[in-house]
């Protein structure tokens, strides 16, 4: 659906939540992406799985890491974007959220109520 919004300084193209302005409209920027849902890619899981590790202090976040846990909300490899993945980790301190987005990891100050509605929202678009 295609909507238009406009206002005296600034018209806006909307479509699939994508702002353009009307003079650099192109209809490329509106062609479907390619993404990949990689949920099933044990090596990537693992890798980014351990780069969080290696943000998480000792101490502090976990004291020993045997028993701790990984949870992927979602985890897609999207064309000229990279990796979009949520997931946490449960170590036996605390749960730790984090996203990655292209070549970004982030610690998220989420719960789990927002947690899971993140991962829904996000898989009710991308499947």
């Known amino acids: 659906m295609l909507y238009a919004k406009n206002s005296r300084f600034i018209s806006n193209i909307i479509r699939d939540g994508l702002i353009v302005r009307p003079d650099i409209f192109n209809e490329r ?27 998480m202090t000792e101490g502090e976040d976990y004291e020993e890491l045997v028993g701790t846990s990984v949870t992927f909300g979602y985890l ?13 980790v449960i170590t036996d301190k605390t749960t730790a959220y984090f996203a990655v987005q292209g070549e970004k990891m982030m610690r998220l100050d989420f719960n789990e109520e927002l947690f899971q509605s993140t991962t829904d929202g996000f898989l009710s678009l991308h499947q």
């Open 76 to 88: 897609f490899d999207i064309d000229d974007h990279g990796i979009e993945a949520l997931f946490k």
């Open 29 to 55: 920027l509106f062609m479907k992406m390619s993404e990949r849902n990689e949920i099933t890619n044990k090596d990537l899981k693992e890798m980014i799985a351990e780069t969080a590790l290696s943000i």
